[in-house]
């Protein structure tokens, strides 16, 4: 496949899209909403078991986080982040470049521009006493299984066990040498593969999860087309609820699942319009659902990626390999891949907290730890947020 092909398909990463590749649109159908500024508050619809500050989830939380790596048993990596019993040892990393076919890790291996993620962690450590919700993360078209880690591991120190499957029928390497399948129902097996999979660990006596994983509190989260997976996944009984990352409502004119769901939009996505996808998907969603929506914010916003390539995304990755001629000539790439990374939208670093602080306090509340789900814009970044609930 020429280079110019290969960039086409990278330059996508984190993207809705359907089995070709293209942007989708969400049938859902437009309910008239109205968006109140900053801090929202919604009770909880069980009992608290742990007083908490859900203002402060933007920080990290008490629990150092450890990470292993486990198997599908169809072969899928499947990446875990949990609190651990040890305090850091270092830094846990990955690197992008190790995701994608041998050819194109060759051409974007010629710098030493960050092209990846890491957070402060210990890689398969014993994990922190206690049982602990499990939550299932789905990564977006073109995208890899670690690429929100700024949320996953912070999930993981605020006392949940985070999985992440690697989804074959959509994630880089396969994008990338025409291997992958588009079928979104394969990646929402995945899921459920791993609802499974964890369940089993944590009833295997002679497993490192043994005891830990708490199987009656179960959340979903997804970033673009991962939030339709998790949409579509949440209707298995096991699932508390879901957290849709710039994405939309229900595929081919699916039903939506009867649980709690928070729908998160970025206002300058230019790959999934909040205005004509997240906000009617939200308003279509059954009751309870809630609704935050970040300014300055676009689609890769809500991943790890426009941290690479000195904050301009893999498409600074490409160029400072030596690869702009061939982005110069297909000016859409550039859009494609840095969007929400450079101007107008604000460095991810500053809607990073926002993400944080909402999604861990709605998991708590969903998994009846908290009294309240708060959305606190102001004091959890610097990202203008507004707020709806229905």
């Given at each position: 496949m020429p280079l110019i092909s290969l960039f086409a398909l990278l330059a996508t990463s984190g993207c809705s899209s359907g089995d070709d590749g293209s942007p989708v649109t969400t049938g859902a159908t437009a309910a008239t909403s109205t968006t109140t500024a900053s801090t929202t508050t919604v009770a909880a619809t069980t009992a608290p078991t742990a007083a908490a500050d859900p203002e402060?989830?933007?920080?990290?939380?008490?629990?150092?986080?450890?990470?292993?790596?486990?198997t599908l048993p169809g072969g899928?990596?499947?990446?875990?982040?949990?609190?651990?019993?040890?305090?850091?040892?270092?830094?846990?990393?990955?690197?992008?470049?190790?995701?994608?076919?041998?050819?194109v890790r060759e051409a974007l291996s010629g710098t030493d521009v960050a092209a990846g993620y890491s957070f402060p962690g210990t890689r398969d450590a014993a994990l922190a006493d206690g049982q602990f919700p499990l939550v299932l993360f789905s990564h977006g078209y073109s995208g890899i299984r670690q690429?929100?880690?700024?949320?996953?591991?912070?999930?993981?120190?605020?006392?949940?066990?985070?999985?992440?499957?690697?989804?074959?029928?959509?994630?880089?390497?396969?994008?990338?040498?025409?291997?992958?399948?588009?079928?979104?129902?394969?990646?929402?097996g995945d899921i459920l593969a791993t609802?499974?999979?964890?369940?089993?660990?944590?009833?295997?006596?002679?497993?490192?999860?043994?005891?830990?994983v708490d199987a009656d509190h179960v959340g979903l989260v997804g970033h673009s087309a991962g939030g339709w997976t998790v949409l579509t996944a949440a209707a298995d009984p096991r699932v508390d609820g879901y957290v849709s990352l710039a994405s939309g409502g229900p595929l081919d004119g699916a039903t939506y699942p009867n649980t709690p769901s928070l729908f998160m939009a970025g206002a300058i996505d230019g790959v999934v319009p909040v205005d004509s996808v997240?906000?009617?998907?939200?308003?279509?969603?059954?009751?309870?659902?809630?609704?935050?929506?970040?300014?300055?914010?676009?689609?890769?916003?809500?991943?790890?990626?426009?941290?690479?390539?000195?904050?301009?995304?893999?498409i600074g990755l490409a160029d400072a390999s030596g690869l702009g001629p061939l982005l110069d000539a297909q000016p859409q790439l550039r859009t494609l891949g840095q969007d929400g990374c450079l101007?107008?939208?604000?460095?991810?670093?500053?809607?990073?907290?926002?993400?944080?602080?909402?999604?861990?306090?709605?998991l708590?509340?969903?998994?009846?730890?908290?009294?309240?789900?708060?959305?606190d814009g102001p004091d959890a970044g610097t990202v203008a947020v507004t707020s709806d609930a229905h």
């Open positions: 402060g989830y933007a920080n990290p939380g008490p629990s150092p986080v450890g990470v292993t790596t486990l899928a990596a499947v990446e875990v982040w949990y609190p651990a019993a040890v305090a850091p040892t270092g830094d846990i990393a990955y690197d992008v470049r190790d995701e994608v076919p041998p050819a690429q929100s880690s700024f949320l996953t591991s912070h999930l993981a120190s605020w006392g949940m066990i985070v999985a992440a499957p690697e989804h074959a029928s959509r994630d880089l390497s396969n994008i990338l040498a025409g291997t992958a399948s588009g079928d979104p129902a394969e990646a929402v609802l499974d999979l964890m369940t089993v660990a944590g009833a295997d006596p002679a497993g490192p999860f043994a005891g830990h997240t906000r009617p998907a939200f308003a279509a969603a059954p009751s309870p659902s809630w609704f935050v929506e970040l300014d300055a914010t676009g689609h890769n916003g809500f991943d790890d990626f426009c941290t690479f390539g000195n904050g301009s995304g893999i101007p107008p939208a604000a460095p991810v670093d500053e809607a990073f907290p926002v993400i944080r602080q909402a999604t861990t306090s709605f708590r509340t969903l998994f009846g730890q908290d009294t309240q789900f708060v959305v």
